[in-house]
Each structure stands twice: as C-alpha cells, then as structure tokens.
C-alpha cells in the first residue's frame, strides 16, 4: 500500500496556507452546512490567531456539535486487561525497558470481577486496552471480548466493547470482528515519521507503515468501525491536526466512510517518562485544535478522555466532544478494589486528571443540561460503518440519538443514581422531551420511558 502521509505536503499547506476573517467565515459556513473541510480548509483555521476570529471558531464548533449529535455525551469506561508490552515508547509507562513497571495480565475471574465493578457503577459501554504483546493474541483478545460480554450483574450488562489494542493482520481482525466488538482503535501516536522513529526505540511499534496502515487492514477484515489518533506533545501540534485529517481522506476515498472516532490525548506524566517537551500543547491551543476538528470532520465522534483535568474537560466538551470516560481507573484490576488510593504511576499507563466518579460527572453534565447516554442502539439496528454515514450526514441521527440517550439516562437513573442526582435527571428529561415534542412525536418515547421505571431494560429506537 503507497502511504498516504506525505510530510512535505503538510508542510507546505501549514507553511503557505493564508487566513483572512472573509475566509475564516466562509469556511465555519461550510461546516456548518455540514461539509467536511479540506487540507486547506483546516490550515485556514490553524494559522488563524486573531483571537475574535479564535472565538468565532469555537461558536462554529460548539453550534455544529449541537446540530449533528444534540445535546447528548456518551460515556464510557477504560478497562486495562494487560500491560506486557514488547515496544519501547518513550512515553508510555508499558513501555519493554520500564523495570518499574508491575506487568500483571487479568484472569478470567479478577477479568469478571472488574466487569461486574463498572456494571455496579453504571455503565454499558467499554474499551478494551491491552499491551502489545504475544500474550495478547487476536483469540485471546476475542475470547476476553465474549467473557466481558457474558458477564450480568443485577440490571448491569456491558452492551459495547471496543478495543484499543495493537495493529493485526487481516485474519487476526477477522478473529475479533467475529467476537462482535465495536470499535477497534488504533492510534498512531505522531504522523510525523521522523519523530516517530525517535520515540519508538524498538518493538513492532517501530514500523511506521505497518501501524499507518493497520485500520486499513481491520476494513477489509469487515471491521467497518474504527478509531484514530493522535497523542499531542510528540510533536507540532498543527501536523498532527493536518496529519488526522489526511488519515480521515484517506479512509472515505478508499472504503467511503470515515473513522467512527478520532482520540486527541495530551501527554501525561507516566512511570520514567522520557521525551523532549519541547511540543507540550497549551490549554488555549488544546482548546482551539478541538474545535478545529470538529469543524473539520463535522460527523466523527470525537473522544476527551480522563488524561485532562475536570475543568478542561468541562471546557472542551462544549466545542465538540461527543463521548468521555467517567470513574476511570487504569489500574489493572483497580475497579473492584474496595477504595479508590493514590495513582501509582509503576501500576498504571500515565497519570489521570480527572479522578470524579462516575456520578459525579453525571451530576456536572445534568447541571450543564447535557444527555449522559450509554446507548448502543445503532450496533443493533446495523446504523455502523456506511450505514451509520448514511444516518448521520442528512442528520437524521440525531433523531435516534436523543431518544436512546434518554431512555439510557433513565435506566441509569433507577438503577445506579443517587436520589438528589434521580431527581435532577428526571426533570432534565421532562425538559428534553418538550423540547423534542415540538418537533416529533414523543409519545412512544415517553410509553418506553415509563416502562423503564417499571424495570423494562434495553429500549431503543
């Protein structure tokens, strides 16, 4: 396969590409007419520095976000399976030449236990992460996938894995697509070669095509839902946001449908980091390189995880985040555990920020009067891959969306929530479903949500 990652091309769009307010404006117009952005586009928007114009740029990715996915946030929870890893990255605590770090693989049974903890919380939806590692094989990974999918507890049921797991071959995904998992990430770290090559001292993870090239691998394997990703601080951050983009054109001209998700992660403390800091990315240009791409990829999800603090993520959640992690633990068998204690950085992949509960989050996004939604509806009514492309680019989605997310938001409600955040929810749901009413029928979503509070689970549209 040819490449599709040229550095001299990103170069010159970021190095030549001229911003104007005329311009800024024509292409926030362009988005928001729900069109995806060039190269180009995007330079526009990053060599732009005016802060008004920064400000208008923000508007146009909080506004687009409430068009194409409403008011809802998904949640979702990490479960680290195992931290064996052969590669040595400069900056992940798995990395092989780490002797601090404890390398523990769960069983079956501390696996379970940890399942049946986030079951007791709340959720419905979670991701797999696994060390790359020879351990970790595509049927070890499939047969973790069908035991967390087998584990029941009370009301509690996982309806959603996802993996974030080393690149495979084209068998080795077949493996896993047959273990009925969602969606399968893989982040690329840094497109910029150079600096991959600097960061990635050995290990499989060395060979920069062969991990480029993996979700191309997982499409062909009928793995039509992917995630991809870049890790911020390795390198510029405006080649990276170009570097993300080239990577989305790259899979709708060759399988038309883009990546279900893009990740954006900032680099955290880690057990023995070591990495040049000269590309730290501040909190203004984080915030700005998020509402670039939702600008820029107006129907990708896109994912803020517990790397950043509570404040920075309540921030960025407004400028097109559309899923986050809540009562994250990264602890390998840290979720069962009796008290949450200090992080130990030797017996986790980097440091966390955000420690909230899972409640907790769910009180903050109830008061900001967002939909917390576990909803897996579209995996069941087939809404993936192309199809989901089909639903979401007319805006359609939107209308499955809300309903499912309130009927999650009232499951969690009368299984898991505390009474002050029960009642808070319910009345948050009245107001949604007015809202709804003035546009559509609401009456078979209010007769689905009362059968919720009659111990019904599962509903969906």
Request: contains cysteine; proline residues 3%.
């Amino acid at each position: 396969m040819i490449p599709f990652i040229d550095s001299n091309e990103i170069w010159e769009y970021i190095n030549n590409t001229k911003t104007s307010e005329n311009r800024v404006r024509e292409i926030i117009a362009k988005s928001l007419n729900k069109n995806r952005l060039s190269l180009e586009e995007t330079a526009v928007l990053i060599n732009t520095t005016d802060p008004e114009l920064i400000e208008k740029i923000k508007q146009g990715a909080r506004t687009l976000k409430e068009k194409v996915y409403g008011e809802r946030i998904v949640l979702f929870a990490p479960l680290y399976v195992g931290d064996m890893c052969i590669n040595n990255c400069q900056y992940c605590g798995f990395r092989s030449t780490n002797k601090e770090m404890h390398r523990i693989t769960l069983e079956p049974e501390q696996l379970i236990k940890e399942v049946v903890a986030l079951e007791e919380q709340g959720h419905k939806r979670l991701i797999l992460v696994f060390g790359e590692h020879p351990k970790y094989s595509p049927e070890f990974i499939a047969d973790t996938v069908r035991t967390v999918y087998g584990v029941k507890f009370k009301n509690g049921e996982i309806r959603r894995v996802n993996i974030n797991a080393a690149p495979l071959d084209i068998d080795g995904f077949r493996i896993i697509k047959d273990a009925k998992i969602g969606t399968y990430q893989v982040f690329q770290e840094t497109y910029h070669q150079e600096t991959y090559k600097k960061v990635h001292l050995g290990g499989i993870k060395r060979n920069y095509e062969w991990r480029l090239t993996s979700l191309d691998r997982a499409q062909e394997a009928g793995i039509d839902d992917v995630g991809i990703g870049a890790l911020f601080g390795l390198y510029d951050w405006r080649f990276e946001v170009l570097g993300l983009i080239r990577h989305v054109n790259h899979f709708e001209a060759t399988y038309h449908v883009g990546p279900h998700t893009i990740s954006f992660p900032r680099i955290q403390n880690a057990s023995s980091l070591s990495i040049d800091k000269n590309h730290l990315v501040s909190d203004d240009d984080f915030v700005k390189l998020v509402a670039i791409l939702r600008l820029a990829v107006p129907y990708t999800g896109m994912i803020l995880t517990a790397r950043e603090s509570a404040q920075i993520r309540d921030e960025i959640l407004r400028f097109g985040v559309s899923q986050i992690d809540g009562g994250t633990n990264l602890e390998i068998g840290g979720y069962s555990k009796d008290k949450k204690k200090d992080q130990n950085l030797n017996m986790e992949q980097f440091q966390i920020n955000d420690t909230r509960s899972l409640n907790e989050i769910m009180d903050e996004l109830i008061k900001k009067d967002y939909i917390p939604s576990f909803c897996t509806s579209c995996y069941r009514m087939g809404r993936t891959g192309e199809h989901f492309m089909e639903f979401s680019v007319p805006g359609f989605i939107k209308r499955f969306c809300t309903p499912n997310a309130l009927l999650t938001f009232a499951e969690y409600l009368e299984d898991y929530a505390k009474e002050d955040t029960k009642v808070n929810g319910y009345r948050l749901i009245e107001k949604k479903l007015s809202e709804l009413s003035a546009h559509q029928d609401v009456n078979k979503l209010k007769e689905k949500i009362e059968l919720v509070k009659q111990g019904k689970r599962d509903l969906y549209f």
